[in-house]
């Protein structure tokens, strides 16, 4: 008897395991692949899930057939037409649950849903028949991987891209349980029949609002409701608070209608801060009637208070604000020596294995916050080519950097063979956490902040690993940044053995080469170090434990890379001897190319050159005399020589 009753209770188990299928899946869609989803369907509405895991398998060449990832479904349930949807964050009606943006892959891969958990397919489980419940095997313009389908237990591979429109169809399952490619249909049984469920969308389409705003939140459906329809939201998120607004966050659609808005009140809180994120989401609405087209709609609220520091930026730059912040006896290594000998002094001193630290890739993003803020405001970095500011968290997060800033590589990673270097790059540890590294690790300049910048991610992909000199930046820059990838490369030069300058623009990657030192050279002279630059080159130390010596000490430059290498180098009496005589330039912009030098007391030699290097004016003055350039509209280097100082800055005609 006690048989029998096992026998029944196996049979039926593996009679509800197979009530879960595989619907459809879509793993290509328009642009950055945002709109992707997997869909699983029971025969029943409101199903559990409960003891069925999701896996997805890698079919590629280096994906070895092995998970990719795997979702445990315990405590989910399909809907009221017996779905369950499963995609990223921007698909649309909302799905039953959210995977990360991209997630499901385009080559050779499978899905299959499995009784069990996530716990049986760890990292390197590959695809089983083993408590297999469902299962497809497909790709996207790939021909089929056998291996993959024998490991599935299957016969049939599909091919999203059948009908050569893989962007705007997806896999499905017909009312024969036979696969199809059609057009998608995400949250609705694939045949049209069902339950018609109503969408709620969140109608607000500015991304970026400002503290003291008043806003307009429209909440609305897609046909009009049969009673009235009360829709609770919020608004809070993190550091964005109850505090941080005012306003009702509750609005009712009236009988008929289809929309229904409020009104929020962005208070002003007097308190310097970062931009904050506010996120619009709905709570819950009756599953059996509704359901959401959007949801989760972020907004940054830009701050109105924020910092700004006492010096300019690389666009307007001050000299001699920000003093050198060079610990003591840092550079006395490098005293009385000259060619190789002084080389090698540099690097014992910016590669000093148990001294100097590499952070992780991940960390990057951080440091540059720091280090590449705009002074003009606290919430922005400065991107380096396009000379202009960028709010800090529009950051490039997804494969599409439009609108984006991201990590420049000055010293391009592909001509410098450095990469990625293992787990400690995977993530975020912070200032205090960091590897020893040495002048040999050269995969550490994957991550040193000297060679990286915050750039604009269009603009960085225009640059790509072109050299210095063959790439000049986007049309009508002032050139801002020539000294800072000059010094910047002079920097990786010394601080890495297996990097070297050269003149002209090799074309072989992966050597180590990067050209053109004439242009690096006349660049340096041509832009200064700055009080941005100086700032920058204060805060690596805090994170690095070593400086860029050609920030610190410009002639340096010379003795290493130029005309003196034969000659002695010898430190100054102290750091601030190396400051630069500061004087300030009114009005600049000029709007006649006439202007005054402050700070001069006796007599100096003026020269303005173009920023390719053309001197076109010279001139001797005294001091309070003022500069006739008669010049055209542009941005031009101000060389100012004293008896016993020399100077140089921008001036901008307009």
């Known amino acids: 008897m006690k048989n029998i009753i096992l026998l029944i209770g196996l049979f039926f188990y593996g009679f509800t395991n197979a009530q879960v299928i595989i619907n459809e899946v879509d793993a290509d869609t328009p642009g950055i692949d945002d ?19 999701l896996v997805h398998f890698n079919g590629s060449n280096f994906g070895n057939n092995e998970v990719y990832w795997a979702l445990d479904l315990d405590d989910f349930e399909t809907d009221v037409n017996g779905l369950f949807t499963i995609g990223g964050p921007e698909l649309s009606p909302v799905p039953n649950h959210y995977i990360p943006t991209n997630s499901i892959l385009n080559g050779n891969a499978a899905f299959g849903i499995y009784t069990g958990s996530s716990a049986d397919f760890s990292e390197g489980t590959q695809a089983t028949t083993t408590n297999l419940i469902d299962a497809l ?7 089929p991987s056998q291996t993959l389908l024998d490991l599935m237990g299957e016969t049939e591979h599909l091919d999203e891209n059948l009908n050569g429109s893989k962007d705007f169809e997806s896999i499905q399952r017909n009312n024969e349980g036979d696969w199809v490619i059609a057009e998608p249909t995400p949250r609705a049984l694939n045949d049209g029949s069902g339950v018609t469920l109503n969408g709620v969308a969140i109608k607000f389409n500015e991304a970026i609002i400002e503290e003291g705003d008043i806003i307009e939140i429209e909440f609305e459906t897609d046909f009009p409701v049969e009673e009235d329809l009360v829709i609770d939201f919020t608004l809070a998120n993190d550091d964005f608070i109850q505090n941080d607004f005012d306003g009702e966050t509750s609005v009712t659609i009236p009988f008929g209608e289809t929309s229904a808005s409020t009104t929020i009140d962005m208070l002003l809180d007097n308190q310097p801060e970062d931009d904050e994120l506010m996120i619009i989401s709905m709570l819950p609405l009756d ?6 087209n959007n949801n989760n709609i972020q907004v940054w609220v830009l701050d109105a208070d924020f910092f700004v520091s006492p010096y300019g930026t690389p666009a307007e730059p001050t000299y001699g604000l920000v003093q050198k912040a060079i610990p003591q006896g840092y550079y006395d290594g490098l005293d009385g020596k000259s060619g ?46 396009t000379e202009s500011p960028e709010q800090k968290f529009l950051r490039q997060r997804t494969s599409s950097g439009v609108g984006r800033w991201n990590r420049e590589h000055v010293f391009p990673q592909s001509r410098g063979g450095f990469s990625s270097y293992g787990d400690f790059d995977d993530f975020s ?11 040999d690790s050269l995969r550490h300049g994957y991550s040193d902040i000297h060679s990286l910048r915050v750039a604009d991610a269009t603009e960085n992909t225009v640059r790509g690993n072109k050299h210095i ?4 930046g986007p049309s009508g820059n002032q050139g801002s940044f020539y000294g800072d990838v000059s010094r910047s490369a002079f920097y990786m030069a010394m601080r890495y053995n297996g990097l070297e300058l050269v003149e002209g623009f090799p074309t072989e990657t992966q050597n180590g080469q990067l050209g ?7 660049w340096h002279e041509l832009d200064p170090p700055d009080d941005f630059e100086m700032n ?14 050609f920030i610190d000490l410009p002639e340096l430059v010379d003795y290493v890379f130029g005309d003196k290498q034969d000659q002695v180098w010898n430190n100054p009496m102290s750091a601030e001897d190396f400051n630069q005589q500061s004087f300030s330039i009114y009005p600049n912009p000029s709007a006649d190319g006439r202007f005054f030098i402050e700070g001069l007391e006796e007599k100096a030699n003026i020269q303005l050159f173009t920023m390719q290097g053309k001197r076109v004016h010279l001139q001797k003055i005294q001091a309070n005399e003022a500069v006739e350039s008669n010049l055209s509209s542009g941005t031009y280097l101000l060389k100012i020589d004293t008896k016993t100082s020399s100077s140089s800055t921008r001036v901008i005609i307009k």
Request: hydrophobic content about 35%; charged content about 20%.
């Open 35 to 53: 709109m992707e989803f997997i869909e699983l369907k029971t025969p029943n509405s409101f199903t559990a899930l409960d003891g069925y895991v």
């Open 137 to 143: 095997v497909y790709s996207v313009n790939n021909p």
């Open 287 to 292: 599953q059996t009637t509704y359901m959401k």
């Open 340 to 385: 190789e000998e002084l080389k090698q002094a540099l690097k014992d001193i910016i590669a000093e294995e148990g001294v100097v630290r590499i952070h992780p890739y991940e960390d990057v993003w951080g440091m540059l916050n720091e280090l590449d803020q705009n002074p003009k405001n606290s919430n922005q970095v400065w991107r380096i080519y």
């Open 429 to 439: 540890t912070g200032i205090n956490s960091w590897q020893i590294t040495s002048v």
């Open 469 to 472: 000199g063959q790439y000049t």
């Open 516 to 522: 053109d030192l004439t242009t690096m050279l006349d």
């Open 536 to 549: 920058r080159n204060n805060l690596a130390w805090n994170w690095q434990r070593n400086r860029n010596p």
